[in-house]
């Protein structure tokens, strides 16, 4: 099996920086992704992230530390849109192949 | 852009009916999935498909059936509806027979099913 954590909820400042966790065990990683899902919407895809690092996408940034279980997303320059859940993501070959999904993060950002 | 569509977004049933929920994707998917999602609990996978007429069972599958009798169109067959399966449900699509690499998928909008 799987366990993904992540926090349920967190609130952040318009225009500040906000850096989302996500800790995973699994027995056979590959790939991690992020989603951002809006209240009453289909999650969209973020990031993805297979081998150690940062990647940088515009505002968005995903980290990977496979050794360690840990990704984070951090998202820069906040803007009131960003308001969202953000869902962690892991792939496991030993599951097929499956998407194995955390319980979401909720960001608030307020003005 | 792809699209996943789901033929309805929000339906009352009650308990013991039949709940049929439409997906249809337009971008010739091969792989196509049905999660449930509930608060504090995250999507949770129901069943999925790799092709016409196959099926595989998720995390969830008791009370639930699927149908893939075209490519392009996944359905979700609740045989009997009960009240703790209100829920929101989401289909989704991805490219290629394999899972690996980058492939993400993708969602359609939801569909709110409330069991009373």
């Known amino acids: 099996g799987q366990n993904i954590d992540q926090p349920t909820e967190m609130t952040a400042t318009e225009g500040a920086i906000v850096q989302i966790n996500c800790t995973y065990q699994t027995s056979g990683f590959n790939g991690l992704f992020w989603y951002q899902q809006h209240a009453g919407e289909a999650p969209t895809f973020l990031s993805y992230?297979?081998?150690?690092g940062l990647e940088e996408k515009g505002r968005f940034s995903s980290f990977l530390s496979r050794s360690k279980g840990y990704s984070y997303l951090l998202l820069k320059e906040l803007q009131m849109k960003d308001s969202a859940s953000y869902l962690c993501?892991?792939?496991?070959?030993?599951?097929?192949?499956?998407?194995?999904f955390g319980g979401g993060t909720r960001l608030m950002v307020k003005p | 852009d792809v699209k996943v569509t789901q033929s309805s977004r929000y339906l009352v049933k009650r308990t013991g009916e039949k709940v049929f929920l439409e997906c249809v994707q337009d971008?010739?998917?091969?792989?196509m999935f049905w999660y449930r999602q509930d608060p504090g609990l995250g999507l949770r996978l129901i069943y999925f498909?790799?092709?016409?007429?196959?099926?595989e069972k998720g995390d969830i599958p008791e009370g639930y059936s699927v149908s893939r009798e075209k490519k392009e169109r996944f359905s979700l067959i609740l045989e009997s509806a009960s009240t703790n399966q209100t829920s929101m449900y989401l289909c989704?699509?991805?490219?290629?027979?394999?899972?690996?690499?980058?492939?993400?998928?993708?969602f359609g909008e939801g569909s709110w099913l409330t069991v009373v």
């Open positions: 992230n297979v081998l150690d």
């Open positions: 971008m010739d998917h091969e792989n």
């Open positions: 498909s790799y092709d016409v007429k196959m099926k």
């Open positions: 993501a892991v792939r496991d070959r030993n599951a097929g192949n499956m998407l194995t």
């Open positions: 989704a699509s991805s490219l290629s027979g394999h899972l690996g690499g980058g492939n993400t998928i993708y």
